[in-house]
């Protein structure tokens, strides 16, 4: 059916309307001069209204055939005016058919685009206005009908063009949407194939020790990033429906610039650091969410500088309702007992200072906790949503 | 042992062989999977997420809803979030990413067989926050407002988000290792336990709604 289908369908209404139209211009004109060739002129106009729209409902039946025909039974139609209306006619007066004979250009129009539309209305108009050559007079004969029938022609061929183009468009869209689609349904099966063959490489390489074990850490390393990358890429079975064609305007746009904060913080995910989140998005300002990123990356430098390279680190990410919590910890050996204090008497800016200042900033706090099990800084901050 | 990757299965059955265990079947699929589960009665299946026929949660679901359910440890490569909390939630008692060490999975394998809740950091803070939304959400009935976390658990189950071992987190809150494991087998049951309580609400519903209609 297609986009089509609606305007077929405005012009089969159109068609009977005019019809009625007509034979009721007829009943107030008492017949005209001759009343059996006018009625059997309307019976001709009704049949052709039924077989044109059965016809043209049918996708396959439309085409040049169709619409020439269509054309000259509507011209036919007119022409046979005078012999309805005789010498009775006068000037201005409407033809038999009334605004019938506008039905075939408008589906010129819509079949076949502008062109046609203005070409089956010149044809028409040429018609109309040899009906009534014999007193042909600028001044006398409404060129408003031909005026009428080319606008009609032309702008419906025009709006047809547009909406086919459109649809068309859509089509396209929904093609590329639905071929994305398959690419990642594909490379989830490989990506996982892939995770298989890293995780057992690093296994087996951790058995065997030596060289492979070199081999085992570095394919552990490349299987955290390819997890994290499958972890965070489209999820189209959980994210809210997407448009099929983008909007224009940028995200930045919208009322409240928001952002996922677990999304945001599994980047941090390695071999070496753990991201725990809640399996639904923690919704944040994007400044919220950038400042507390950079706050955790803070806190893991700090990790690296003291505690090593080869320490662990784990982020936990909760969504408290009113306040998301970020907690930071490592298995190092934790802060000494009056370390911060003495650093920040020396005047020294250590790394959990310019974390406070920044979570502070949030109107959020910091609780560090420092044990044996290592060190703990944890962030709480409002989550700022209006 | 359920896998759809040859090298895996074979590796990890082999694992298992040596360490003790009698491997009664082994199977890539899904419905398979259910079906030899049913006939065998595996004690414990070690069941990967990603199958070609069937979801692996499918056939959490489908083990725990059989006869004689097993203990299910999940092993996922890929660790689709979602996916682990389903799984977990339709019974499925331990959960561990296949990057875990030898030991690292002996050890969950010989904790799940015990009927102890073998928690990842990554699962502890998924089903901390499936208890935030339960807890958030409006109550569907007003005499049951979902599963709560009583304070002790929220605070054990936080602490083994941030990786803190079961040993670790008895030293620090001076419990017993054993009571440790208890709290979190606990957030576990009550989330599985509201789950079948859902589900079979759902069906009564639907029971109800069809016998309107």
């Given at each position: ?322 306040r998301a919590i970020v907690t930071v910890r490592d298995d190092g050996p934790g802060i000494p007992e009056g370390r911060l204090a003495e650093a920040a008497a020396e005047g020294r800016l250590g790394v959990s200072q310019s974390i406070q200042g920044r979570i502070a900033d949030l109107g959020g706090t910091v609780s560090i906790l420092s044990s044996p099990d290592g ?12 | ?7 895996w299965r074979e590796g990890v059955a082999r694992d298992l062989a040596e360490a003790g265990y009698e491997i009664v079947a082994t199977t890539g699929e899904g419905r398979q999977a259910l079906r030899i589960a049913a006939a065998v009665r595996p004690e414990l299946v070690v069941l990967d997420l990603q199958l070609p026929d069937l979801p692996g949660v499918e056939v ?48 969950a394998v010989k904790r799940t067989a015990d009927g102890d809740a073998v928690f990842t950091p990554g699962l502890a803070g998924l089903v901390l926050g499936e208890y935030r939304r339960l807890a958030a959400r409006p109550a569907t009935t007003p005499e049951d407002d979902g599963p709560r976390l009583t304070d002790r658990e929220t605070e054990v189950l936080r602490l ?54």
């Amino acid at each position: 059916m297609g986009i089509e289908g609606p305007f077929w369908r405005a012009i089969a209404v159109f068609r009977i309307a005019s019809v009625v139209y007509a034979a009721v211009l007829l009943l107030r004109a008492g017949g005209y001069a001759h009343p059996v060739t006018g009625w059997i002129v309307i019976g001709v106009m009704a049949f052709w209204t039924g077989i044109a729209t059965l016809a043209y409902a049918q996708p396959g039946v439309r085409g040049w055939p169709l619409l020439v025909l269509d054309l000259l039974t509507a011209v036919g139609c007119l022409l046979a005016t005078p012999y309805v209306q005789g010498s009775l006619a006068t000037p201005g007066t409407m033809p038999i058919t009334a605004t019938w004979v506008a039905a075939p250009v408008l589906a010129w129009g819509v079949h076949k685009g502008r062109r046609a539309g203005a070409v089956s209305a010149a044809l028409v108009s040429a018609a109309d206005l040899w009906l009534r050559a014999p007193g042909f007079d600028l001044a006398t004969v409404p060129v408003n009908g031909a005026v009428l029938l080319f606008m009609a022609g032309v702008v419906i061929g025009h709006v047809a063009q547009l909406a086919k183009q459109a649809e068309a468009r859509m089509q396209r869209a929904v093609e590329i949407e639905a071929a994305g689609r398959e690419r990642e349904r594909l490379a989830r099966g490989i990506h996982d194939s892939v995770l298989q063959v890293l995780a057992l490489v690093q296994r087996r390489g951790a058995e065997i020790g030596g060289e492979a074990a070199e081999l085992g850490r570095l394919a552990g390393e490349q299987e955290a990033v390819l997890r994290e990358l499958v972890r965070s890429g489209p999820r189209p079975e959980r994210a809210p429906r997407r448009r099929l064609i983008p909007a224009r305007r940028p995200a930045s746009a919208a009322p409240q610039d928001l952002a996922d904060l677990s999304d945001a913080l599994r980047r941090y995910g390695s071999a070496r650091v753990t991201v725990a989140t809640p399996a639904e998005p923690v919704t944040l300002p994007r400044r919220t969410v950038e400042e507390l990123v950079a706050a955790v990356g803070n806190a893991l430098d700090n990790v690296r500088r003291h505690c090593g390279p080869r320490a662990r680190a784990w982020i936990l990410v909760e969504d408290a309702g009113e306040r998301a919590i970020v907690t930071v910890r490592d298995d190092g050996p934790g802060i000494p007992e009056g370390r911060l204090a003495e650093a920040a008497a020396e005047g020294r800016l250590g790394v959990s200072q310019s974390i406070q200042g920044r979570i502070a900033d949030l109107g959020g706090t910091v609780s560090i906790l420092s044990s044996p099990d290592g060190t703990e800084i944890e962030m709480s901050v409002p989550s700022g949503l209006s | 042992m359920v896998d759809d990757h040859p090298m895996w299965r074979e590796g990890v059955a082999r694992d298992l062989a040596e360490a003790g265990y009698e491997i009664v079947a082994t199977t890539g699929e899904g419905r398979q999977a259910l079906r030899i589960a049913a006939a065998v009665r595996p004690e414990l299946v070690v069941l990967d997420l990603q199958l070609p026929d069937l979801p692996g949660v499918e056939v959490a679901r489908g083990l725990g809803a059989s006869e004689h359910p097993p203990r299910v440890l999940v092993l996922s490569a890929s660790g689709e979030q979602d996916d682990v909390l389903e799984a977990v939630k339709a019974g499925a008692s331990g959960y561990l990413v296949k990057s875990a060490s030898r030991e690292e999975f002996l050890d969950a394998v010989k904790r799940t067989a015990d009927g102890d809740a073998v928690f990842t950091p990554g699962l502890a803070g998924l089903v901390l926050g499936e208890y935030r939304r339960l807890a958030a959400r409006p109550a569907t009935t007003p005499e049951d407002d979902g599963p709560r976390l009583t304070d002790r658990e929220t605070e054990v189950l936080r602490l083994v988000a941030k990786g803190l071992s079961y040993r670790q987190i008895a030293e620090r809150l001076v419990l017993s290792h054993r009571t440790v494991q208890n709290h979190v087998q606990n957030t576990l049951s009550k989330l599985q336990l509201h789950n079948r309580v859902e589900l079979v609400r759902y069906a009564i519903e639907k029971g109800l709604a069809d016998l309107d209609g």
